[in-house]
Structure formats: C-alpha cells, structure tokens
C-alpha cells in the first residue's frame, strides 16, 4: 500500500531556530496537507496545498510557517523561527481524487 | 461552529463487547465524515468514512451511525478485540481541510 514519508521521525531545536519538516507524498496525489498534534491532544489543521500554492490555511499558520514544493517531490513545512510552543507531532497527509487523506507517521519536534 | 465534539474521552470495553463513540457538529457545510484511528507513534489512520446522504455505512465490525438532523453521528466498533485499542478521533470536512474531534481513547481488555 503507498505511503506518505515524512523526515526526520524525530528533530530536536533549540527555540529561535529554523527547522525543516519534509514529506514526500504519494505520486499521484495532488493535494497536500500539514497537520500538527500537540501531545494528548486533537489533530489541528494547518495548510493545504494545491497547484503549487497554498489554497486553505487555519489561524495557527501564522508568518512563522512556510510551505513550499522544491523539487516536485517533497513537500516541506518550514518554521522560521520555532517557539517551545511548536513542540508538536506534525503529521503530513495527502490525498488523491476525492476524499481520502493517507497520513504519514509524523515528525515529532521538540523545542527547547 | 467549525468545532467537532467528542465523546467520551476514555472508554474500556470487554473483549467481543460494543464499543460506541459519539461526536456532534454545527456546521452545516460539513458533508464528509471520516473515523480515524491512531496507534501510539502513528499518524490517524482512515477506518471509515460516510456522506449525509446516508443514515448508516458498514465495514466489517465497524459501524457508522449518522442523523443528519441532530447533526451527530457515532462509531460502533462490534465484537471489540484487543488489537482495537487506540485512540479514535472523528473528523468533518465540507472543503478538504479536516476538522477534528478531540479523540477518544479505546482500552478492550481481554
């Protein structure tokens, strides 16, 4: 069954650095998807991505955050500059014709 | 309005036991309704999915339950095994940006 990978499983920064999540979806999937889990608690939604553009993004998704498809392939979510509020599981998802997201397993990230 | 309310947040069955989770919407523009289930470490998972158009869908020992009118709908887990265990979240959609419910948290005891 295809998969969503995303990379690292695990990044740990100190607050005030960048980071980088990256995804590489599924290849015939043309929308993308960045969600974040705070520990415990609900999955949020954060960006959704078609066409090359971001089409929809929630209040979270604030100037810190940035998505971008560099090669075709991966999908990246960049934070500029992280807070120790963004430790999150920040999950990737796709998703084909119609409704069906497939989610990756997640980048855990840890500000400290 | 764009919220998702879930309940119970805890729930232990017996093994072959009915689990039942409920969740309610306000939105009306919601019209996609997927269960997910997510194991410690993993991303959600796509368990089962409905449109208003319907009142009931089956899949296996999983059931969805949805009234379009009191704007609920439920998952009904039949025959609950141990390997069910996790945490299941409900969700909406009536664009492609999913909105969540706050999970529920599964034990089947054997």
């Known amino acids: 069954e295809p998969e969503v990978t995303q990379t690292p499983s695990h990044q740990v920064t100190q607050m005030g650095q960048e980071v980088i999540l990256r995804c590489v979806p599924i290849?015939?999937?043309?929308?993308f998807y960045w969600y974040r889990q705070i520990l415990g608690q609900k999955v949020e939604f954060l960006v959704s991505?078609?066409?090359?553009?971001?089409?929809?993004k929630s209040e979270i998704f604030d100037d810190q955050f940035s998505v971008e498809r560099p090669d075709g392939s991966n999908f990246t979510l960049k934070i500029r500059s992280t807070k120790l509020e963004d430790s999150a599981m920040y999950f990737c998802?796709?998703?084909?014709?119609?409704?069906?997201?497939?989610f990756g397993s997640g980048t855990r990230l840890t500000v400290v | 309005q764009q919220q998702v309310k879930q309940s119970p947040q805890s729930l232990i069955v017996q093994k072959g036991g009915i689990s039942i989770i409920n969740c309610a919407y306000e939105?009306?523009?919601?019209?996609?309704f997927p269960w997910y289930q997510q194991f410690p470490g993993k991303g959600p998972a796509l368990l089962i999915a409905?449109?208003?158009?319907?009142s009931e869908k089956k899949e296996g020992r999983f059931t969805i339950s949805f009234n379009k009118s009191a704007k609920q709908f439920s998952l009904h887990i039949m025959d609950s095994q141990p390997g069910d265990s996790a945490t299941y979240f409900c969700a909406a959609t009536g664009r492609r940006a999913l909105t969540f419910g706050s999970g529920t948290r599964l034990q089947v005891q054997p």
């Open positions: 290849s015939n999937h043309l929308y």
């Open positions: 998802a796709t998703e084909g014709i119609g409704y069906g997201y497939t």
């Open positions: 991505f078609y066409n090359n553009e971001i089409s929809e």
């Open positions: 939105n009306t523009a919601f019209d996609y």
């Open positions: 409905i449109r208003p158009d319907v």
